[in-house]
């Protein structure tokens, strides 16, 4: 595991460096330990939260029943009752970003902190590089189901507006123990966005950075740009891609490639398309056109639509080209 160096800068790849990142087996050492239970507790819930979001129906015909009869008592009730245990439901999916985002911040203070450099970082800790990738494959995993729901900016629209309305009627609103206005306002806010998750990540690394004002830019987004180029020569280069078990572990390498560029791009200045960027956003890109289109449409389409300076006048527009 200690040619990292020797992939990143892409020199004697004929002799095969010896690094793999080990996404599928890779285990916590006693210094990790603490901090990888802690966001395990975490992460052991995500596929029952994309479970969740998969199985979301939405209340569209009975939100239009109530709306048509607005008389009816009998189907604003049938709405209500719809929509109620929805809201719930979108109140966990909620609840589970606020948890993500704080085990992101951790696996960010143990993979960016002195005296190491995020290369040693992430040969050293790779139960925990590994735990930082989880996090962004479900990111893009959930933004990428939530696109496909609009019933749930409907549903969520709806009951705002009936509760308001029940509200100045005075009547009995239990939900409102469960969620009262001020966290319907940061739910309405979560969810207006197109990629809710990925939004509260690349908010919690700003964050991140801007809380530790003592702490170089350069350990978070070398962190960043150092698994993005992990990423991509493990998936262009056949001997390490055929290391993989499974061809699941493809497509979560490129999720997280992209998750890292996203983050990259919200937290670097200049952001991940600049030629003084250190991620090979050319690389990158042709990597995903090289796979079936049907495995990276979304991730083609995040990288145009939630990064924050593919636009910037600095951007080659080769860059910009790649991506139409």
């Known amino acids: 595991m200690g040619n990292l160096l020797k992939v990143l800068t892409c020199t004697e790849l004929e002799q095969g460096p010896n690094f793999f990142l080990d996404f599928e087996n890779a285990q916590p050492t006693e210094g990790e330990r603490e901090v990888w239970n802690q966001v395990n507790s975490v992460l052991q819930d995500s596929e029952s939260i994309l479970s969740g979001l998969q199985a979301y129906k939405g209340a569209g015909q009975e939100i239009r029943d109530a709306i048509q009869n607005p008389n009816d008592l009998m189907q604003q009730e049938r709405a209500w009752n719809s929509v109620c245990p929805l809201v719930i439901k979108l109140k966990k999916f909620y609840s589970f970003s606020l948890r993500l985002e704080e085990a992101l911040k951790s696996l960010l203070e143990s993979l960016t902190c002195p005296p190491f450099t995020p290369t040693q970082h992430l040969e050293r800790e790779q139960a925990l590089a590994k735990q930082f990738a989880e996090i962004l494959h479900f990111t893009l995993r959930f933004d990428e189901l939530k696109m496909r729901i609009p019933a749930i900016q409907n549903d969520f629209s709806y009951y705002r507006r009936t509760i308001s309305r029940n509200r100045i009627n005075n009547m009995n609103l239990d939900i409102e123990n469960e969620v009262n206005n001020e966290m319907a306002n940061r739910m309405s806010l979560f969810y207006a966005e197109a990629t809710p998750m990925l939004k509260t990540l690349s908010n919690a690394t700003t964050n991140f950075v801007t809380e530790n004002k003592t702490l170089p830019l350069e350990n978070t987004t070398d962190c960043?740009?150092?698994?993005?180029?992990?990423?991509?020569?493990?998936?262009?280069?056949?001997?390490?891609?055929?290391?993989?078990?499974?061809?699941?572990?493809?497509?979560?390498?490129?999720?997280?490639?992209?998750?890292?560029?996203?983050?990259?791009?919200?937290?670097?200045?200049?952001?991940?398309?600049?030629?003084s960027s250190k991620i090979d956003m050319k690389g990158c890109i042709k990597v995903l056109k090289d796979q079936p289109a049907d495995n990276v449409e979304g991730l083609l389409n995040a990288l145009k639509f939630t990064t924050k300076h593919l636009n910037d006048e600095s951007t080659p527009k080769n860059i910009r080209t790649m991506l139409q």
């Open 224 to 275: 960043l740009s150092t698994m993005a180029s992990v990423c991509k020569v493990m998936l262009e280069t056949p001997e390490y891609s055929s290391r993989f078990s499974s061809e699941d572990t493809l497509l979560f390498c490129m999720r997280v490639m992209v998750g890292v560029i996203i983050l990259y791009d919200h937290v670097h200045p200049n952001g991940a398309f600049n030629k």
